[in-house]
């Protein structure tokens, strides 16, 4: 079981008038101006912070930003330290590097990522993070895939590490998805491509009741199974992972796909819009949306589960015309009275977009992180903070 043995806030022992390395996951999208453009996962570990501050500690931020492989002033964190100060009224201090660290309460450390050393896991760059702290707390969910110098390394350079309270909660509901999910238990997986998500697709095909498809993933399944999708999103690969999927014992019982598909003559918010039901799609249309039919199957299915997790928008919403289907699906998701998650960047923005955000039981600020853990693997920055360590 994944969950068991992780260490929480309550094994941190006393951290009073102690330094403490918070490991956050401040990597967040900045508008063309470089201003935070979501702030969500600085807001999320405002409680972690507050805890540890509450009990007396000093605290050291340390994220990435971006993928910089050196020093590069377009993803320095000094902007995000600031932006942190604003939204809790309080004073940020800002460490340009590991050897200018200024005192304070709170202290943001430059991107980490500006280390040569963070994404190689150098014990070297650990130990001198480590030196900087009594105790390190990871609240990086997001991170937790990566076996990096600041999400793994590091925990054998102090004396105790611990997962922070948002890290706790991301890894607890996952786990139960996984472990004990309330029956029946609906995957609804859409996205771009069925190639990058063949494991999780996979995954849910053993553990969930029912399986809804739909998006651009779903187009290579109708393709192999004969029909003509016209320009439709499919590539090699994903055409591939649908004739995996489809030769699975068993898939026949829980995979749904879509039963009817908007399509556009072209991708633009001009296009003309047909339904085509049943699917069978001419050389200059392509799908872009579940259709009223789908919807309201997908709906009824979510809406007698106990326990829904949600993957993948079922059509390009970023495209106004095309977004209603990924609405009536976060609609049924905030409406039913199911255990609720969404995982994954492109849904939970969707799932904000339209007001929905407080809706859901929980709101994954995973991303990759999420869904390798659902696929079962072991996450180094999981595994890091698991056992007597
Ligand atoms: P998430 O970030 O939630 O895991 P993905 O990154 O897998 O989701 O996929 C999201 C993208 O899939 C969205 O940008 C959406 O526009 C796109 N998408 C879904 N269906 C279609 C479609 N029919 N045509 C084009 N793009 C689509
Ligand atoms: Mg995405």
């Known amino acids: 079981m994944p969950t068991a043995g992780l260490r929480n806030l309550d094994d941190l022992g006393d951290v009073d008038g102690r330094r ?8 967040v999208p ?30 050291l931020l340390v994220s990435h930003l971006g993928r ?26 800002f460490a340009p590097s590991l050897d200018e660290i200024p005192a304070g309460a709170l202290v943001m450390l430059e991107n980490i990522r500006f280390e040569p050393g ?43 590490s611990v997962a922070g309270l ?33 494991g999780v697709i996979n995954r849910f095909l053993e553990l969930a009741d029912t399986v809804l498809l739909g998006g651009g993933m779903s187009y290579p399944f109708f393709a192999v199974g004969g029909r003509r999708i016209g320009r439709s999103l499919c590539d090699e690969a994903s055409l591939e992972a649908a004739r995996r999927v489809l030769a699975r014992p068993g898939t026949s019982d829980r995979l749904r796909l879509p039963v009817d598909l908007v399509i556009a003559d072209r991708f633009s918010a001009d296009a003309e819009l047909l339904v085509s039901d049943p699917i069978d799609i001419d050389d200059e249309w392509e ?6 039919r789908t919807r309201e199957l997908y709906a009824r299915v979510i809406a007698e589960a106990g326990t829904v997790f949600w993957n993948g928008p079922v059509g390009a919403f970023e ?6 289907g990924t609405h009536a699906i976060a609609r049924a998701v905030a409406e039913t009275d199911a255990i609720t998650v969404v995982g994954g960047g492109d849904s939970g923005a969707a799932l904000t977009r339209f007001g929905l955000q407080d809706d ?16 079962g693997n072991v996450l180094p920055g999981v595994a890091a903070l698991t056992g007597d360590g």
């Open 319 to 324: 495209i106004e015309p095309f977004a209603a």
């Open 166 to 198: 948002l890290f706790e909660r991301e890894v607890q509901t996952l786990g139960q998805l996984l472990d004990e999910p309330q029956r029946p238990l609906v995957a609804v997986l859409g996205g771009a491509k069925a190639a990058d998500k063949i």
């Open 118 to 160: 963070e994404t190689n896991n150098d014990p070297a760059l650990a130990a001198r993070l480590g030196a900087l702290a009594d105790a390190y707390v990871n609240d990086a969910f997001g991170s937790a895939h990566r076996a990096h110098a600041s999400t793994e390394a590091i925990v054998r350079h102090v004396e105790r």
């Open 360 to 375: 859901v039981t929980h709101l994954s600020t995973g991303g990759g992180a999420a869904l390798e853990f659902l696929e």
């Open 20 to 27: 403490v390395l918070v490991r956050v996951d401040f990597n």
């Open 30 to 59: 900045l508008d063309g101006a470089g201003a935070v453009a979501d702030d969500t996962r600085i807001r999320l570990a405002i409680p972690t912070l507050d805890a540890l501050r509450e009990r007396g500690a000093c605290l």
């Open 68 to 93: 910089p492989d050196r020093r590069d002033p377009q993803w320095s964190l000094r902007p995000i330290a600031e932006h942190l100060a604003g939204l809790i009224s309080e004073d940020v201090g």
């Open 287 to 292: 799908a872009i949306d579940i259709a009223p």
